[in-house]
Every structure is written in structure tokens, then in C-alpha cells.
């Protein structure tokens, strides 16, 4: 489920340049959002649901072995209808991978298999599906992750 209205805090659309996941990678994310759509969740603020189900890690898994991700990472499993902000946690930064539907970020589109890197706190204003990754701010998505 995804609209297409994103609002950021940010203005430097550099920052929110797509970069692709592999097709391995793709599949499993595909996977997972064909399981999230009946995932157990519950609601976190306004216009907010975050996933609970105890399934998660075991259908997140095989999407962050693949981005080599699985280590010294966290991640969250969203829902959003309406106005929300995701907020940047202290030393981390996080990679967004929409998971159901297109959604266009001050005019670049994000669809899945798509993700970006939130270096700030944003306002999201969609209906939308999507995991979000939080990596230390430090972290480089080159060479050994299958994130290029």
C-alpha cells in the first residue's frame, strides 16, 4: 500500500537518490512484504502501526544476511497512513526500502527493491508499507554489502 505525497525535513534532494538491492535480495524482500500485509501490528502513535508479530526476525533474516546487514543492525517493520516522523536514533542512520507500492520522495521515485539512507529525522505524509534498517552512522554500504 503506498501513496504517493512524502515530505521530508530535509530539502538537499541529493539525499534522497535510489540506490538498487540486488535480485536476490529483491526476492526476499518481495517475500517479505507479501507477509507483512497479514503481520501482526500494533498501533505506535497517530497514523502509525509497527509490526509485533513474532515472525519478524525469521521473515526479516534472509533479506539482511543477503545485504550483509544482520550484524550490529536493527530494524523496523512500519505501516503509515497519514502524517508521521521517523526519527534518526542516537549513532544511527536509516536505510528505507518502501515494500509494497511506489512512493516519491521531493520527486525521486522509490519503489521496491529500491532504498535510500536517512542521515536525519523525517515527515512522511503517504500510505505505506516499509522497513526501515538502522545502521551506525559510520557504516559504508560499499564492497561487502549488496547494497551498491
Known amino acids: 500500500m503506498a501513496s ?8 538537499d534532494t541529493s539525499e534522497f537518490e535510489p540506490s538498487t538491492i540486488d ?5 526476499d524482500l518481495n517475500e517479505l512484504a507479501e507477509w507483512f500485509r497479514t503481520a501482526e501490528m500494533v498501533t ?3 497514523n502509525t502501526w509497527r509490526c509485533v508479530d513474532t515472525a519478524r526476525f525469521q521473515k526479516v533474516d534472509p533479506l539482511l544476511s543477503k545485504l550483509k546487514l544482520d550484524k550490529g543492525c536493527k530494524f523496523t517493520l512500519y505501516r503509515i497512513s497519514g502524517y ?20 516519491d520522495i521531493h520527486g525521486v521515485r522509490f519503489e521496491p527493491g529500491k532504498y ?10 503517504a500510505q505505506l508499507d516499509f522497513l526501515i534498517i ?3 552512522e559510520d557504516a559504508s554500504m560499499s ?4 547494497l551498491e
Open 116 to 125: 535510500t539512507r536517512f542521515t536525519s529525522n523525517q515527515v512522511v505524509d
Open 23 to 27: 535480485s536476490d535480495a529483491k526476492r
Open 4 to 11: 504517493d505525497k512524502v515530505d521530508t525535513e530535509s530539502r
Open 84 to 103: 508521521t516522523r521517523i526519527l534518526k536514533g542516537l549513532g544511527f542512520d536509516n536505510l528505507f526500502f518502501p515494500l509494497l507500492g511506489a512512493v
Open 143 to 146: 564492497n561487502e554489502s549488496r
Open 134 to 136: 538502522s545502521v551506525p
Open 44 to 46: 505506535q502513535a497517530k
